[in-house]
């Protein structure tokens, strides 16, 4: 079983910036593929950002609306994935889930292709 938490989330203006934090347990958390998802109220929860393990780092992966704006990266070293948020819109206003997949091969972009969720973040951008 995997644990997965997530921190970071908040109030924030629009143009402004946030840094979400998820720590996931086990000792091969190198080989995870980690995504962020979020969900809004009243619609359904969406890919954010993924991150695959590579030998320099990871491969990223980024939904159209956030690219440029978004970036997903890991420290294999303290277990933990972060999601730098910058620009930040109305419209990215949602609770922010993190997820874990073990499996060699997933789909990194639907939430079936995870399998360990944390309890999500909320994050609020004010216009």
């Known amino acids: 079983q995997v644990q997965v938490v997530e921190s970071g989330g908040g109030l924030v203006q629009a143009g402004g910036s946030l840094r979400l934090s998820c720590a996931a347990s086990?000792?091969?958390?190198?080989?995870?593929?980690m995504g962020w998802f979020r969900q809004a109220p009243g619609k359904e929860r969406e890919f954010v950002a993924a991150?695959?393990?590579?030998?320099?780092?990871?491969?990223?992966y980024y939904t159209d609306s956030v690219k440029g704006r978004f970036t997903m990266s890991r420290d294999n070293t303290k277990n933990t994935v972060y999601l730098q948020m910058n620009s930040l819109k109305p419209e990215d206003t949602a609770v922010y889930y993190c997820?874990?997949?073990?499996?060699?091969?997933?789909?990194?972009?639907?939430?079936?292709?995870?399998?360990?969720w944390g309890q999500g973040t909320q994050v609020t951008v004010s216009s």
């Open positions: 997820a874990a997949s073990q499996r060699s091969e997933t789909n990194w972009g639907s939430p079936n292709g995870y399998d360990y």
């Open positions: 991150i695959k393990w590579s030998w320099n780092g990871g491969i990223t």
């Open positions: 086990g000792r091969t958390f190198r080989s995870y593929t």
